[in-house]
């Protein structure tokens, strides 16, 4: 089975927009604009930066796959959770 993953339209945006997240596990507040301030961990990672030791994801997100089974072309739909993590709660790599 080969995934693809496709973006709601109503996140595709012209311009970038800064949002504001209020986090439910320490309820604290974070701005910034998408793809820029929240990434996922791995993500953070590639871009050079590491999580900071003890910080909880700011967001919870989902996101749906469709798996396409290449014999019978059967389309399933599963969910897909997603963490992200502000600027704030990470800091450069040392490596």
């Not at 693809?4 to 604009?33: C, F, H, M, N, W």
């Not at 590639?46 to 014999?71: M, P």
């Not at 059967?74 to 502000?86: E, S």
Request: net charge positive.
């Amino acid at each position: 089975m080969q995934a693809t993953q496709t973006a709601p339209a109503t996140l595709v945006s012209k311009a970038p927009q800064r949002i504001k997240v209020k986090s439910k596990k320490d309820g604290k507040e974070y701005v910034g604009t998408p793809h820029v301030d929240f990434r996922t961990f791995l993500k953070w990672k590639q871009a050079g930066f590491k999580v900071k030791k003890g910080s909880k994801s700011c967001y919870t997100g989902l996101s749906f796959l469709k798996l396409v089974d290449e014999d019978s072309g059967d389309v399933k739909t599963i969910p897909k959770a997603y963490y992200l993590f502000h600027s704030s709660q990470v800091e450069q790599s040392k490596r």
